[in-house]
């Protein structure tokens, strides 16, 4: 347990759905950010967010959209997705952004993510 | 942001000491080296974190010689659930992580 959590843990979606991803961070960290992993492909970074405000966006497309509420929670709205986006999103927090911090990061167990 | 290189793959015994290296020769002054452990399906778990000479907790060391271009994560008397993907990182003083492809650790009985 890491301090992380990520709802739901399994999703199946059309592609014509809207869904949201949730992650929660119980750990009183400061930075969230939000990551996909493909099949056989290494972690991408998708969505940095610092006391709420967004630092980072990695070129993803504008069908993802991120939103931070508070400095807890951290969610991923998902609209028209494509079944290339079936992956494992994986959450997670760091005390800080910047300095060893970011270096040390709790991710959540993820959502698997099925667009049919 | 340096790039590091890590053998694909390795296997081992339980029991055995496992020394996993990483090699990042254009390591910066202020980066720091960081090593992630990943079961399948989950979410990737901090393991250690260094800047030069040795650091060491409960679950492994990290050895860094003087130069810093490459770093060996040392995992003492492993068990078959350290079968995972350890990735090795740099970073930097702002910093987000960039995962390469890892090496997977097989431990066999």
């Known amino acids: 347990e890491t301090g992380v959590t990520q709802t739901p843990r399994h999703l199946v979606m059309g592609m014509t759905n809207k869904k949201s991803l949730k992650c929660e961070q119980h750990?009183?960290?400061?930075?969230m950010y939000w990551y996909k992993q493909s099949a056989k492909k290494p972690l991408e970074l998708m969505f940095v967010?610092?006391?709420?405000?967004?630092?980072e966006n990695n070129s993803v497309p504008s069908r993802f959209s991120p939103e931070c509420p508070n400095s807890s929670h951290l969610f991923l709205h998902l609209h028209t997705l494509q079944p290339e986006d079936s992956a494992l999103y994986l959450c997670?927090?760091?005390?800080?952004?910047?300095?060893?911090?970011?270096?040390?990061?709790?991710f959540g167990p993820g959502t698997r993510l099925t667009v049919t | 942001l340096a790039k590091t290189t890590q053998p694909i793959s390795m296997d081992s015994y339980e029991g055995q000491e496992v020394n996993i290296t990483c090699s990042h020769n254009?390591?910066?002054?202020?980066?720091?080296i960081t090593w992630y452990q990943q079961f399948p399906s989950q979410g990737p778990r901090f393991i250690i974190q260094?800047?030069?000479t040795k650091v060491t907790n409960e679950v492994a060391s990290l050895f860094i010689p003087a130069d810093r271009k490459s770093s060996t994560l040392s995992l003492p008397r492993v068990s078959l659930s350290d079968t995972a993907v350890y990735y090795c990182?740099?970073?930097?003083?702002?910093?987000?992580?960039?995962f390469g492809k890892g090496t997977m650790l097989l431990v066999s009985p």
């Open positions: 997670a927090s760091s005390q800080n952004l910047g300095g060893t911090s970011s270096g040390e990061q709790y």
């Open positions: 750990l009183g960290h400061n930075a």
């Open positions: 967010y610092s006391l709420e405000e967004r630092v």
């Open positions: 254009n390591i910066a002054t202020n980066d720091y």
């Open positions: 260094g800047y030069k």
């Open positions: 990182l740099v970073t930097s003083g702002y910093s987000t992580l960039t």
